[in-house]
Nanobody, 129 residues
Framework: QGQLVEAGGGSGQAGGSLRLSCAAS????????MAWFRQARGKQREGVAA????????TYADSVKGRFTISQDNAKNTVYLQMSSQKPEDTAMYYC??????????????????????WGQGTLVTVSS
């Protein structure tokens, strides 16, 4: 039912690029706010980017703004995270998550861990200097 499958992780050099994908079931994708989070070893999970699939409105964490791009393919129920100009500090497990943008009487779609009900297993990204 609430299924998210990430792919595309791997290892690379600083300055390089990588594209992650997150394939969702019909049910999960209908939740219309999709986001990427990441967790580096020994650190708390942090939000990276979010997209409202209804209008493709996007928001980004300051740490990735201008380097990462979140996008969607509604025909494939898939969200992507294009990472460019990678830095060693981008090394982390990357997770895809989904929530309904409209909950509790308000609209919200940002990469903050509030009411994201569905999570993928994660895909590891390693960037070396």
């Amino acid at each position: 039912q609430g299924q998210l499958v990430e792919a595309g992780g791997g290892s690379g050099q600083a300055g390089g690029s990588l594209r992650l994908s997150c394939a969702a079931s019909d049910y999960t994708y209908s939740h219309n706010c999709m986001a990427w989070f990441r967790q580096a070893r020994g650190k708390q999970r942090e939000g990276v980017a979010a997209i409202y699939t209804g209008t493709a409105q996007t928001t980004y964490a300051d740490s990735v703004k201008g380097r990462f791009t979140i996008s969607q393919d509604n025909a494939k129920n898939t969200v992507y995270l294009q990472m460019s100009s990678q830095k060693p500090e981008d090394t982390a497990m990357y997770y895809c998550a989904a929530r309904s943008a409209s909950l509790h009487g308000s609209w919200f779609c940002q990469p903050r861990e509030i009411d994201f009900a569905y999570w993928g297993q994660g895909t590891l990204v390693t960037v070396s200097s």
